[in-house]
């Protein structure tokens, strides 16, 4: 197998993170120079990426996110709203919002290959992520739609998924992936 | 910049293909192994992935796809359904389907994921390849529909998208590609 290969294998989702040690500027870079080279529907590229490495401003945006919880029907998320640990992000020390034209039916797709671009991208590069739905959810909340304007996220966009990256602690065992056998019909 | 970087980099979607140079069973499968190790939402790999070598089967999907479009009410739909040389795969050999159950919010971005995947191993292998979205756009027409169960596509699912795949005749000119700047956003 090629590098490439390897590494779409090598791909995981990582929920635990070293708070102490954020992703360089340099990486950063590229692993959003990624996510802007993958494809979308008809080149149009209206999609928008918001990293954010701030500990105050992610602090910020998961109380937003709770305090959308905190109103949701669903008991399982206003649990989470009112916990005092949760935190969507697993203490990631920098997170991706991608962002798109709700109005372009394959605006989710366009967001997750470009999320895909960035989980291969950081997983290159030794960086650990995990994708995240939470702020996705809950972009048309009122509280988390007004952060979301503060930070930059085009106010005709929503949130389509959201690429945590950072590092995992030191000694942090990596589940074996298992992939399910019978996905796949030939046709010759 | 690494090989995954780069490879990332140099995908780019193909529209003319050599009918007559075939992706090999060993190429296939890496490509299909690949699909399958991208992140989906809650890891229920719901996903289905059927790939079509076989020419008449290929041609018997373009048939059905255009008559769904015969019969639609969008004039540049019914243009195509009526073409006597349109076809929604570019003539490509190989094309993979990416299917899902509709009934989880997430089941296009977990196809889109998987789909880039395939797209990032053809490129790292030399291969060419681009977005299909007619068969989605089809697959609950009767017509359609009935070839896509009996090629082994699970009748619940929905198709989110596909993968034509193969080889630019030699000589064709690569494109050179261009991203839009603006899109990215940087909170430190």
Known sequence: MNEVLKNIQARHSTRVYDTQRQVSAD????????????????HLETWHFTAIQNPE??????EAVKGAFA????PRL????????????????????????????????DCACALENIFLAATSLGISSCWINQVGQ????????ALLTELG????????????????????????????????????
């Not at 401003?57 to 998961?62: P, S, T, Y």
């Not at 809950?138 to 739609?145: E, K, N, Q």
């Open 57 to 62: 401003v992610l602090a910020r945006l998961n």
């Open 78 to 109: 206003q649990e989470r709203g009112h916990s005092e640990t949760y935190c969507c992000y697993y203490h990631a020390p920098t997170l991706v919002i991608a962002s798109n034209e709700p109005t372009q039916w394959w605006a989710a797709m």
């Open 27 to 42: 990486d950063l870079a590229l692993i959003l120079q990624a996510a802007t080279y993958a494809p979308n529907g008809m």
């Open 71 to 74: 109103r949701s029907a669903e």
């Open 153 to 188: 996220v085009p106010a005709s966009h929503k949130v389509y998924g959201c690429a945590a990256l950072g590092y995992a602690p030191e000694g942090t065992p990596t589940k074996e992936k298992r992939v399910k056998d019978g996905t796949i019909t030939i046709i010759r």
């Open 138 to 145: 809950t972009c048309d909340d009122a509280g988390v739609r």
